[in-house]
């Protein structure tokens, strides 16, 4: 005959009796293992991220190095330190090489570009966050419809429409080129971020007599100042590095802008021998990119987290 092995009988957690549970020790040991594979995971995650901050890091410091370097030095030992720093290589392509046209040139096109794309593309995204009206989505579309456009297919229609508007080789006339090429990301990045911002405050201020000219620029641009900064630091870096619009469209010697002008640098110092004043060209038109980034990396990081926080 059979019999049936019944649990063991000991005190339950109330005080009466019950069946006494059997500990294995399997959930300590799967902590064990969990614990073990998130240590793994994360030191994985950490060798990813140093080797990644080495390959960003490492060529601007040898960059920067070099450009302190005499000729002679770059070739026979390229990854030491300078015997002295040659501070006539940053001289020598400031003045010689042009590079202060071409820098003062590329502030007044990026300036006034910032400036303009800005101001238009947050005036036309608040309108299109904030006020339905017949073609709302369409002139969207048109806006996110830019962003895939490729530019390349447009230049030569735009020499033409520049010419007969007598803007081509002017300062003006690239302002209004890039102003152009930066709103559809522009708009569509600032319809986004106005979307979240709360419309009781627009409404206080409806009810307090403000116009809408008054609530757009005293009450809701201050409150999208992150999302400003953000895409300022986006078109910043895009229209600093353009090179594709100003050769095509900006031939005039005295109005090339920096990008134009390190390509000449590199050509002409090149035949010459002179890499030590190439290099501090190149570290002069990368430092005012590295220098905004590093200033405004808190706010760029705000603006893009923002509509996630909401």
Known sequence: ????????????????????????????????????????????????????????VMPLLWAVMTSFKDDRSIFTSPWALPDKLHFENWSRAWTEAHMSDYFLNTVLVVGGSLVGTLLLGSMAAYVLARFDFPGNRFIYFLFIGGMSFPIILALVPLFYVMNNMALLNTIHGLILVYIAYSLPFTVFFLTAFFRTLPTSVAEAAFMDGASHTRTFFQVMLPMAKPGLISVAIFNFLGQWNQYMLPTVLNTDESKKVLSQGLVQLAVSQGYKGDWSGLFAGLVMAMLPVLAAYIVFQRQVVAGLTAGALK
């Open 1 to 56: 005959m059979k019999t049936t092995q019944s649990p063991p009988v000991g005190i339950s957690e109330d005080g009466g009796e019950g069946p006494v549970a059997k500990t294995t020790g399997v959930e300590p040991q799967s902590r064990r293992r969990s614990g073990g594979q998130g240590r793994v995971l994360n030191a994985f995650s950490h060798g990813i991220l140093i080797l990644w901050a080495f390959m960003v």
